[in-house]
C-alpha cells in the first residue's frame, strides 16, 4: 500500500471520519439524534471533543452524513430505481426490492438507526424530516409504478390500487423491522413479505 | 360541582398531575424520551422543576405514566381483546381493531408519541423495551386467534398462515401511521388497512 493511498494524511483523516460515522450509527441508533450528544459521539469514536468538532461542527452534520452513509449501505432504494425501471421491468424491480430489506436483516445497526431516526423525525421539527418525507414518497413512487405496470399486463392479483398497494408494501417493511428488533426469534421479515408480494404478483414466485 | 370532587387538594393535584402528562405526550413526541428532559417537561406543564419531581422522582416514572395514558386513550387494542373475544367473535374483533385505528388518526399527539417512542425503544436498554416487545405479542396474538378462527370457518382468503397475517396486519397499521405523520395528504391509514382487511377477510365488507 502506497503513502499516497493508504497512509498520507488523507486516509488518515477519512479513517478518523469513518470511525466518527461507525459511532454515530451506535449513538444515534441508540439514543436517537436527540438523545446523543456530541461528547458521546467523540467519546465511543476514541478522539477528542475539539477533533470531532474539526470533522464535524455541529450535530445536523454529522446526521446528513450519517443518512447519506446508509443509503449507500443498504444499496438506496432509489439506486435500485436507476438500475432497474420498475415500469419497464415491475417483477424484477420488486425482486431487487426484497434482495435490499432481506440484506438490511443482516445489518440490525443500520435497521436501528433507521427505526429511531424515522420515528423521532416524524416531528415537522427535526432536522431530518424532509429527508424521510422525500425518501418514502420517492419509494412508494416506485412500487406504484411497479404495481401499474403489473396491472396494465394484467398480472396484478389485488382490488386495491397501485398506491395503496405502494403505501401497503412500504409500511410491511418498515413495521416488520421495527417488530422483529423487538422480537427476533418470532418475526419472520423476509418471508412475510415474499408471501405478500407473491400474493398481489403471482409473477415473482415463478 | 362539589368541594370534594372538583375543587379539593387531591382535585387541584390530579389536574397538576393530568397536565404534566399532557406536556409528556409533547416532549416525548417531539425529542423521544431521551431528548425530553425533566427541566423542559416542567416548563411545558407551568409548573417548578421542584414541582415536578413532587409528582414523578425520575423521568423513567413519567414514561411509565404516559404510556399507561395512551393505552387508555387509544381503547387499547388488550381491552378491546377482553370485550371481543377474537377465537369466538373473528370479524366483529378485527373491526373494532379498525375503529381503534382510525379513532387515533384524531390524536396525532398520541401517534407522534407512539412512533417516536417505539422507535427509540428498539434498543433493548431503553426503559419502554419490555412494553413494546409484550405490547406487539399482545396485538400479534389478538390477530392470530381472529384469523385462525376465520380459516376455521373457511372464511380467509389468503394462503399465508395466521402468524404472518398478523404480523402483516401489525406491521401495516404502524408503517401507515409514520407514512401518514409525514404525509398526512396522500396516506389514507383507513382505507388502506381496510382494504387489506377486507381482501383477507370479505366477510368484513358486509
Redesign the interface.
Known sequence: MSATTGRGPYAKSAEVRRRILEACVDAF????????TMKDIAKRAGISHTGLLHHFARKEDLLIAVLELCDERSADFLKSADAIDPAEHPVEALRGMLTVVVGSELQPGIM?LH?????????P?HPA?TY??QR??SV?RFYTEAYTALAARGELR???DP??LA??T???????Q??W???RE???VE??IR??LV?VAPGLAR
Chains 1, 2 share one sequence.
Open positions: 441508533g441508540e439514543t436517537g439524534f436527540h438523545g446523543a436501528e427505526c429511531v431516526l424515522s420515528g423521532e423525525a416524524t416531528s421539527e424530516h424521510f418525507a418514502y414518497r412508494r389485488s382490488e386495491a398506491e395503496a403505501a401497503t412500504l409500511a410491511l417493511i418498515n413495521g416488520l421495527v417488530q428488533l423487538f422480537d418470532s418475526v419472520k418471508s412475510v408471501d405478500f400474493s
